[in-house]
């Protein structure tokens, strides 16, 4: 049995559902943002909801915000995924795409093998907020 007290999970999961990186406090303004994706739902408990701003030019993700309500493991893979996309000016859509929830799930340093579908989750978040920007590009 656990001691009182006792992390089952990496440092980086802490860190991250500690002080998340990213997370959006208040509803977005409308405009804000070129698109929104989310995925779960509450009878597994997690749900993530992402907001991108991309850059039309260059397709690089230039901001990522998000909001999940869940456990640690769900909080982190969010978290430390808006950073893998925003870091060093941002991602391209097509590189970020090719994220896969392995990548996350390093980047955390392990995941308990229970928790792995918060790193499918975010993965499904955020390819559904690029399709919907997608759909919006097409139509321009």
Not at 29 to 48: P, S, T, W
Not at 65 to 77: D, E, P
Request: aromatic share 10%.
């Amino acid at each position: 049995m656990a001691e009182v007290g006792e992390w089952y999970y990496s440092n980086k999961v802490k860190e991250h559902f500690l002080n998340p990186h990213n997370f959006l406090i208040e509803e977005p303004k409308e405009g804000e943002f070129d698109a929104e994706g989310e995925a779960g739902n509450m009878a597994c408990g997690d749900i993530m909801k992402v907001w991108l701003k991309i850059d039309s030019k260059t397709k690089k993700i230039k901001d990522f915000k998000w909001r999940t309500w869940g456990c640690a493991s769900a909080i982190a893979s969010t978290s430390v995924f808006s950073d893998m996309v925003t870091e060093k000016g941002g991602m391209k859509l097509e590189d970020a795409l090719k994220i896969t929830p392995q990548e996350i799930i390093k980047r955390l340093h392990g995941l308990p093998p229970r928790k792995i579908h918060c790193s499918v989750l975010v993965d499904q978040a955020f390819r559904n907020a690029v399709s919907n920007y997608l759909k919006v590009v097409d139509k321009k």
